[in-house]
């Protein structure tokens, strides 16, 4: 059984940055794919970012690509996501996300294709 901790959220001026990690326990092929999502009040929970963890290419959101990066720490077991240029729009409570199946094309977005959550950390940019 994988676990998953998120830190790092907080509040921060619109332009600003923040990075969130997550740290991962457990069996590391229950956790074939790792992500990010966020959801603010009132909206459905966004894809922001994922990448096999063992690596390769990730994927982002439109609306956060060019300011976030995804990246991990095998050692550590700690995924990360690295938050520049901060808008309003991106506050929310972010979420970090394991698959232990293989996604392909769009299902790395999917967020019913994961199957172990964080209980979510709050990022508040102010304008």
């Known amino acids: 059984q994988v676990r998953v901790v998120e830190s790092g959220g907080g509040l921060v001026q619109a332009g600003g940055s923040l990075r969130l990690s997550c740290a991962a326990s457990g069996r590391t092929s229950s956790r074939y794919f790792m992500g990010w999502f966020r959801q603010a009040p009132g909206k459905e929970r966004e894809f922001v970012a994922a990448?096999?963890?063992?690596?390769?290419?990730?994927d982002y959101g439109d609306s956060v690509k060019g300011r976030f990066t995804i990246s991990r720490d095998s050692a550590k077991n700690t995924l990360y996501l690295q938050m520049n240029s901060l808008k309003p729009e991106d506050t929310a409570v972010y979420y970090c996300a394991a698959a232990s199946g293989f996604l392909g094309g769009h299902n790395i977005r999917a967020s019913w294709a994961y199957d172990t959550w964080g209980q979510g950390t709050q990022v508040t940019v102010s304008s």
């Open positions: 990448n096999e963890w063992s690596g390769g290419r990730p």
